[in-house]
């Protein structure tokens, strides 16, 4: 499907969330959504890789039931992943979305999602996969691979879905946020939405100027918007903001493309993404 949502589902509590998230992007842009469940190496791990340490006067008869159990074991990830997706066929309909591609793939999910998001305007994913330590905040490994990786903007869902009225821009001046700032503008998403441009740090003129410039932005595309200058560490304080104004959707840019830079501007990227409780946008 060209210009779909591609929607990434697994067997997790966040699965309603994406799919609920895809189907308001779908019916916002009014575009398909391609659903993808992939089979990784975990699912489809052979058990007859432990067939070196086995004495040779049993390998025959093992390995035969071994292959048996390999085949069962196979059968039913099939089936698993072909529930999954139905259930989420099942709830975009609902949602209104027409045009639905369910696919079930085997192999890597970051060669799977890379080829499925060439024909995507987006991207959406849960916070957290099957395998999440939820006491320790710990983000899914695949949402950080993604996000890291995609080329498209990536929706980071958040555990339950709620109607999306009022969205916070991250705005650091950086090329990431001046792009968001960009695609917001153009993008038939935002329309009606109540937009604000938030610059945490020094209150000065060059913060300013490239706040009116982003203003300027919003503006030439029909969008209403505000901006505000406010002390503090990234983290913390846009986090609280979100949760003081009853932020629904915070946009900011992503990763960075350097190992170091990733380092020092993808820390607050994955700081933000564990700490608010909203659906957060990324853009590259």
């Known amino acids: 499907m060209t210009n779909s949502i591609l929607a990434l589902i697994d067997g997790s509590i966040y699965a309603r969330s994406v799919c609920e998230h895809a189907g308001w992007l779908a019916t916002r842009l009014n575009s398909g959504v391609e659903l993808l ?3 990784g ?3 489809t791990a052979s058990a007859s890789d432990l067939s070196g340490s086995i004495a040779l006067g049993a390998r025959t008869a ?6 048996s159990l390999d085949e069962q074991r196979a059968r039913l990830a099939q089936k698993k992943g072909r529930a999954i997706l139905e259930d989420a066929e099942t709830i975009l309909r609902a949602a209104g979305v027409e045009t639905v591609a369910p696919r079930l793939r085997n192999g890597d999910l970051i060669e799977a999602v890379a080829e499925a998001e060439k024909a995507a305007s987006f991207v ?3 916070k957290r996969g099957e395998a999440a330590d939820f006491a320790r905040l710990h983000l899914g490994s695949n949402l950080e691979r993604i996000a890291r990786s995609s080329s498209k903007p ?8 709620r109607p999306i009225a009022k969205v916070l821009i991250a705005f650091d001046g950086g090329p990431s946020a001046m792009k968001a700032v960009d695609q917001v503008a153009r993008s038939p998403l935002f329309v009606g939405l109540e937009i604000k441009l938030l610059t945490v740090g020094t209150d000065n003129a ?10 300027a932005t919003l503006r030439a595309g029909g969008h209403e918007a505000t901006f505000d200058i406010v002390a503090g ?7 609280g903001i979100v949760e003081r104004d009853g932020i629904d959707l915070l946009v900011m840019g992503a990763y960075g493309h350097s190992r170091i830079r990733a380092m020092i501007i993808g820390s607050t990227t994955a700081e933000m993404i564990r700490s608010c409780k909203v659906p957060i946008l990324l853009f590259r």
Do not use: C, K
């Open 37 to 39: 469940h992939v089979l």
């Open 41 to 43: 190496r975990r699912e």
């Open 62 to 67: 093992l390995l035969e039931e071994l292959s």
């Open 124 to 126: 959406v994913i849960g």
């Open 154 to 161: 990536v929706l980071v869902a958040s555990r339950a879905f």
């Open 206 to 215: 060059e913060a300013r100027r490239r706040l009116e410039d982003a203003l």
């Open 233 to 239: 560490q990234p983290e913390s304080t846009i986090a």
